[in-house]
């Protein structure tokens, strides 16, 4: 019994050694979770900031800038390495193509996964290059031979053939006219000015009359010769591509025009009524893939965003057609930026290969509003093919007169669209 005793006491005064033992080893060193980094990327812009075309599209440029800044001042966008500022670095081209091949090679040397562009001649000029120098062009003007056959020129809504298209259905479905609505263009003798021509033939093929085309110069100082003969053709709706349309709109008035000008896409109307009065800017229609700020839901996401980042920036911003465009070309660079860092996990391995593979590969990406929901494909570089209409009121509102309706797509109904 006493041995027993003695064994159970020895064993009793071992375990409380060990214990003792045990709690005086040091503990083990917390596990520090690996510092997450703030990477830079750089991105390039061709811009006109003092061309024919600065003054109105000065409005897109702040829409860059301020979406892209506001982020940057937050700290920069979250991706799972950390966070990423996107650095812009733009070029002033004044509308010339010549400033903007040179700029364009420098910017892929220095290694830009990414180039922001807003000129058709550009996008013509680039496209083939993008493609070889594997750089993603995202685009403020929706060129159709830019974007069809598929490569590396992407932009966030429609383009302007299909858009054309979309407003002869809608000019067919609510004429009432005597007969059938007739249609014209009077624009710029430009790759741009003339951007929907290659859809043309739409309006007869739905039984709408095509009357006649005349051109302008840039900043024309009169247009009383076209304008009468548009006068004479019957023409009821005259479509432009041209960004400067105060002389249109004053000759118009002047000498009796009855019809409807028709902006097309990035040309607004807001920005021109001060220049020629409500009153002559009446009835005057505006064609677009983005969302109208004068036309808006003030508590409407974009128009929500677009105060919130003015008030951080401590910036003052009118309400303007181009501004959206802008804004919403930054939210589609931002979004494939964030993307490509997920996918490939290093900036090193950043390229814009890998941009390129992001955007072919986001689906229903909403630019707060901005436009329509889209997606982009293998196959697809309009993110979205819906329209709005709005018109110029007497008072000198714009008014939302037809909202997000679906477009025909001209560039599969015309192959020369392509070219």
């Not at 003969?229 to 009796?256: C, F, H, N, P």
Request: hydrophobic fraction near 40%; glycine fraction near 8%; charged fraction near 15%.
């Amino acid at each position: 019994m006493l041995n027993r005793l003695h064994t159970i006491i020895s064993i009793l005064v071992i375990l409380s050694f060990v214990l003792v033992l045990t709690s005086c080893a040091p503990s083990a060193a917390p596990t520090i979770p690996a510092q997450k980094a703030t990477v830079t990327v750089n991105i390039g812009a061709l811009l006109d900031l003092s061309g024919p075309t600065a003054t109105s599209t000065q409005p897109g440029v702040d829409g860059i800038r301020d979406f892209i800044n506001y982020e940057n001042q937050k700290g920069g966008l979250d991706w799972s390495g950390g966070k990423v500022i996107i650095k812009l670095n733009e070029v002033d081209n004044r509308y010339d193509p010549s400033i903007s091949m040179p700029a364009y090679d420098k910017m892929v040397a220095q290694g830009y996964p990414i180039i922001l562009t807003h000129q058709s001649a550009d996008n013509l000029a680039l496209k083939g290059k993008a493609k070889n120098d594997q750089v993603v062009l995202v685009t403020l003007s929706p060129t159709p031979g830019a974007l069809t056959p598929p490569g590396w020129v992407f932009a966030n809504y429609i383009d302007h053939a299909s858009a054309f298209c979309a407003f002869c259905n809608w000019a067919k479905a609510t004429w009432k006219g005597s007969g059938t609505p007739k249609i014209a263009s009077l624009t710029w003798d430009t790759a741009y000015g003339k951007a929907h021509m290659c859809a043309l033939d739409y309006p007869k093929q739905i039984g709408l009359e095509y009357v006649g085309t005349e051109y302008t110069p840039m900043m024309p100082q009169d247009v009383s010769p076209q304008v009468t003969r548009l006068k004479e053709a019957g023409a009821d709706y005259v479509w432009t591509q041209a960004v400067i349309i105060s002389t249109y709109l004053k000759d118009m008035k002047r000498l009796g025009f009855q019809g409807k000008l028709v902006t097309g896409l990035n040309t607004g109307l807001i920005e021109w009524i001060p220049t020629v009065t409500p009153e002559v800017m009446a009835g005057t229609m505006h064609v677009s893939g983005l969302i109208d700020m004068a036309a808006a839901d003030p508590n409407g996401p974009f128009m929500k965003k677009f105060n919130e980042v003015t008030t951080t920036l401590n910036v003052k911003r009118p309400h303007s057609t181009f501004y959206p465009n802008g804004a919403s070309a930054a939210i589609l660079v931002q979004k494939a930026i964030v993307s490509a860092l997920n996918t490939v996990g290093d900036i090193k391995k950043l390229n814009g290969k890998a941009c390129y593979d992001a955007l072919v590969n986001m689906k229903n990406v909403d630019s707060l509003g901005i436009t329509d929901k889209f997606t982009f494909s293998e196959t697809q570089r309009r993110g979205s093919m819906s329209i709005q209409v709005v018109q110029a009121q007497p008072d000198g509102s714009i008014k939302l007169i037809a909202d997000w309706t679906k477009a025909p797509d001209a560039l599969e109904k015309y192959p020369d669209c392509a070219k």
